[in-house]
T-cell receptor
């Protein structure tokens, strides 16, 4: 069974902390994505990657960065967490030429 | 810019009644269209997708959707709703020209009353 695993289900951090959200997929997918989900706004794309060491900005990249050192792992980094980054973060992956996204269960991040 | 509109934030239907969730899109290219479902505490699961061909597509769990190019719509339907269908539903649109990026609507929360 295909799997996208996000390391934490719930996370509580303080403003100004550096935060790492980890995502691992076991499907050998080339494409990986980070979305944030907020009530009434749906999912918004933060960053995505089509290959190792490659990254592209999505629609709302400000305040975030990413790292993809290995094909199966895509990390989202909040350099200095702020309260407006309190949200549900969803990681997804897909294979080349296949637009079907496989999603992780999400990480609910609270920044206090 | 591409956008997806789901006009209904919440919908409540009785168990056994029919369901239609609306989705309208604005996209410059020939679109691919998707419906995803999210149960509480879960990630998103693909219900169905439209790439080309027959404009009426069948999905999992008895759902179907119809692509209407003239109305820029891709509404999701189910003839008889079950209590387990209570969830949040997201419409999404993509295009070959934009790679694998999808744009999602704001979601519709479905409540089922017995």
């Amino acid at each position: 069974d295909v799997k996208v695993t996000q390391s934490s289900r719930y996370l509580v951090k303080r403003t100004g902390e550096k935060v790492f959200l980890e995502c691992v997929q076991d499907m050998d997918h080339e494409n990986m994505f980070w979305y944030r989900q907020d009530p009434g706004l749906g999912l918004r794309l933060i960053y995505f990657s089509y290959d190792v060491k490659m990254k592209e900005k999505g629609d709302i990249p400000e305040g975030y960065s990413v790292s993809r050192e290995k094909k199966e792992r895509f990390s989202l980094i909040l350099e200095s967490a702020s309260t407006n980054q309190t949200s549900m973060y969803l990681c997804a992956s897909s294979s080349i030429g296949n637009e079907k996204l496989f999603f992780g269960s999400g990480t609910q991040l609270s920044v206090l | 810019a591409q956008s997806v509109t789901q006009p209904d934030i919440h919908i409540t239907v009785s168990e056994g009644a029919s369901l239609e969730l609306r989705c309208n899109y604005s996209y410059g290219a020939t679109p691919y269209l998707f419906w995803y479902v999210q149960s509480p505490g879960q990630g998103l699961q693909l219900l169905l997708k439209y790439f080309s061909g027959d404009t009426l597509v069948q999905g999992i769990k008895g759902f179907e959707a119809e692509f209407k190019r003239s109305q820029s719509s891709f509404n999701l339907r189910k003839p008889s709703v079950h209590w387990s269908d209570a969830a949040e539903y997201f419409c999404a649109v993509g295009a070959k020209e934009y790679g694998n990026k999808l744009v999602f609507g704001a979601g519709t929360i479905l409540r089922v009353k017995s």
